[in-house]
């Protein structure tokens, strides 16, 4: 499937699906709980809102997971809500970004050792542009390396929803092999658009908040789930491409074993 066409598919998917959509945003608005009992300054809607914030959280990663699984089958249907596989998923979600946070975590603290003490000792000697260059380098360091495990990390969760296996998904070199295989022109090219459109969106869709109480559960309750059905449908349609070139070729190996058996 091309880019025009995912994303296409993607901003029109919410809109198929409008009888479900309530369900989702009742979900999201929810997890306002704990804003209103901030606001009116009432300690019991405040645990309310903890307690219901705590369950909503373990609902909702797995399920938009499931959303990713639709894609990858190129429906256009909405999931139904299945509590213990969501929950189950939101933990597995936990641990590959855990796994995957490790080696940015990592050089965190070897440039934070390096250049800490030495950056310490410029700005006592008042070398203003040795310090600044040096946090500007460890900055660039620290923040390319989180850019690209995010990145892995993006297409690790297309993988585990496709194969429904983290210990699948933990394998960063299938994990680079998938993204080769859709191509980094094609994947760059879906980032930028869909970057910017949602970007977009969601600024125009933000100036709702300028009306008092209710455009905050407007946009929490409504805008945020349909930015977060498009995304994760659209990540969906774009790992589907492997889909369809596995399936491809274990057609093409059935072929072959018919007619080894055959002749």
């Given at each position: ?42 300690r ?28 990858l ?6 999931p ?105 022109v ?53 790992y ?6 596995e ?17």
């Amino acid at each position: 499937m091309d880019v025009g066409k995912i994303i296409s598919n993607s901003f029109k998917y919410p809109f198929r699906n409008i009888k479900k959509l309530p369900i989702l945003f009742i979900l999201f608005i929810l997890i306002a709980i704990i804003p209103i009992g901030i606001v009116s300054d009432n300690r019991y809607v405040l645990i309310l809102g903890g307690i219901i914030f705590f369950i909503v959280i373990l609902i909702i990663p797995g399920y938009l997971l499931s959303i990713v699984n639709i894609g990858l089958n190129e429906s256009s249907m909405f999931p139904s809500f299945n509590f213990g596989k969501n929950i189950y998923d939101t933990l597995r979600l936990l641990v590959l970004r855990i796994v995957y946070m490790i080696v940015p975590a990592i050089v965190f603290f070897i440039v934070l050792s390096i250049f800490g003490p030495s950056s310490l000792k410029m700005f006592a000697e008042m070398k203003v542009p040795s310090f600044l260059a040096t946090i500007v380098l460890g900055i660039l360091i620290v923040l390319i390396t989180y850019i690209i495990f995010e990145f892995l990390l993006f297409f690790a969760k297309a993988r585990m929803a496709y194969l429904d296996s983290l210990s699948e998904a933990l394998k960063i070199h299938k994990v680079f092999g998938d993204i080769r295989r859709i191509g980094f022109v094609k994947i760059i090219t879906w980032l930028i658009i869909m970057g910017i459109l949602m970007i977009v969106v969601s600024y125009v869709s933000s100036l709702v908040m300028l009306i008092p109480y209710v455009g905050f559960l407007i946009y929490i309750g409504i805008v945020i789930p349909i930015l977060e059905s498009i995304g994760n449908y659209s990540l969906g349609l774009l790992y589907s491409n492997i889909a369809e070139k596995e399936d491809n070729l274990d057609k093409f190996e059935k072929e072959i074993q018919l007619f080894k058996y055959f002749n």
